[in-house]
């Protein structure tokens, strides 16, 4: 396996509710791959990391098995598998037109799977032959635009679901959630006085109301400006977690997926190209797919030799790369470079590796496009008083503390 910090060259109530794989390049799966299948990925991360832990035990209450969803002769989802567990947030991430969207709308209710079935809460509730309505499916939804009745005030719009309770457990029921989400003061407003925040926290406050197995959450911040967006992520995280519900969202956000998230899959094509924690899918893709889709991703272009990596921004230690093995001396290999595995330095045009020939601002830092000798080209990140200056000659170092993903070509 590669060897960590390898461095290179510059070193609720109760009365209502009774009414993986292994590593990319892992040498025991990508050593086969490379002498049998030229061009094929290694397979990436799989070991679900530490921050956000779900209990292994954990009881699945939402799965998806072999489901196919054919429009015609489109196919917008092609056989996703899938476990949700309990209390678990699950994002599904990717480009548009990727079926994300058509997943979160088969779980709901709202189409029926062409192949697969899908179970909630163990009862299984669709499959090409049978499909449970939406409202017996024990699933929340919380749409885009929130959907509030603009007519009734807030208690009426979180009491509407409420139908098989009795008037005071309604009541409780309500107050326990105007208080989860931080609402109790505004209970009399009605929609058209609230603002987006609130509007988001009382859709949220409804969808939650009558407990359901499965809350959706359909790209449930593209309608709040950029401050806002960041500052309910961690509220929405904060009430789905005090709530204990188990939640699927869907987002093209990378970053939304990122900090909301227990675990993400990435999708692309209608496929799962991964599933795993935030940390291992970012840090550990994979397919170039994932690695590209996720962050600022650059691969340079790299033969491995005698146990090193000769790539345009000179040769380093092959124990770098995440799971080397000796197996795959010779081959030609992509290595997943983000702009802060890589510094800038001025130099002269005659041993420069490289030209700047953009830069970007970004508050506390400027990332920098370098145009290698090579041809390729890599992004450098550095602090906001490190200024270069366009059609500046550069060397570029390799400074990562942590293994590099790659990718045999």
């Avoid at 990717?94 to 192949?115: D, H, N, Q, W």
């Avoid at 931080?182 to 609130?198: A, F, I, R, V, Y």
């Avoid at 935030?278 to 340079?300: D, T």
Wanted: aromatic share 4%; proline share 5%.
């Amino acid at each position: 396996m590669s060897q960590q910090g390898s461095r290179t060259r510059g070193a609720v109530d109760a009365d209502v509710a009774s009414s993986s794989k292994p590593d990319a390049g892992s040498s025991s799966n990508a050593a086969s791959s490379a002498t049998s299948t030229a061009g094929s990925e290694p397979a990436g991360a799989g070991s679900e990391t530490a921050s956000r832990p779900i209990a292994a035990g954990s009881e699945t209450v939402l799965a998806l098995d072999g489901v196919h969803k054919r429009f015609g002769s489109e196919s917008a989802v092609s056989g996703v598998d899938l476990a949700v567990r309990d209390g678990e947030l699950l994002t599904l991430l990717g480009p548009s037109g990727c079926g994300k969207t058509t997943t979160l709308r088969l779980i709901a209710g709202l189409e029926t799977p062409s192949e697969g079935r899908i179970t909630i809460g163990g009862s299984r509730v669709a499959d090409p032959d049978r499909c449970v309505d939406p409202e017996d499916r024990d699933v929340g939804i919380v749409f885009q635009d929130f959907a509030l009745f603009p007519h009734l005030s807030v208690r009426e719009n979180v009491a509407f679901g409420l139908t098989d309770a009795s008037s005071s457990a309604t009541e409780r029921r309500v107050d326990d959630l105007l208080d989860l989400v931080n609402m109790s003061d505004h209970g009399e407003k009605t929609p058209d006085q609230l603002s987006g925040g609130q509007k988001q926290r009382v859709a949220l406050a409804r969808s939650l109301a009558p407990e359901p197995d499965v809350l959706l959450l359909d790209e449930p911040f593209s309608n709040l400006d950029v401050r806002l967006r960041v500052e309910m992520r961690e509220e929405v995280r904060r009430i789905l977690k005090e709530a204990g519900v188990t939640a699927v969202s869907v987002t093209h956000d990378q970053e939304e997926a990122l900090s909301i998230s227990d675990r993400i899959a990435v999708m692309s094509d209608g496929k799962l190209e991964q599933i795993g924690t935030p940390e291992s899918v970012f840090e550990q893709p994979e397919s170039k797919f994932v690695a590209s889709f996720l962050g600022r991703a650059a691969f340079l272009k790299g033969h491995l030799r005698d146990g090193a990596v000769e790539t345009g921004v000179g040769r380093f230690n092959a124990a770098t790369l995440e799971g080397y093995d000796t197996v795959y001396d010779g081959a030609p290999v992509d290595v997943l470079v983000r702009p802060d595995d890589l510094r800038a330095s001025p130099t002269s045009e005659e041993t420069a590796d490289g030209t700047v020939v953009s830069r970007q601002y970004v508050g506390p830092s400027f990332i920098y496009r370098v145009e290698l000798d090579s041809g390729e080209s890599v992004h450098c990140l550095h602090n906001h008083s490190e200024e270069f200056d366009l059609d500046e000659s550069v060397t570029v170092d390799l400074v990562a503390d942590h293994p590099l993903a790659w990718y045999p070509r």
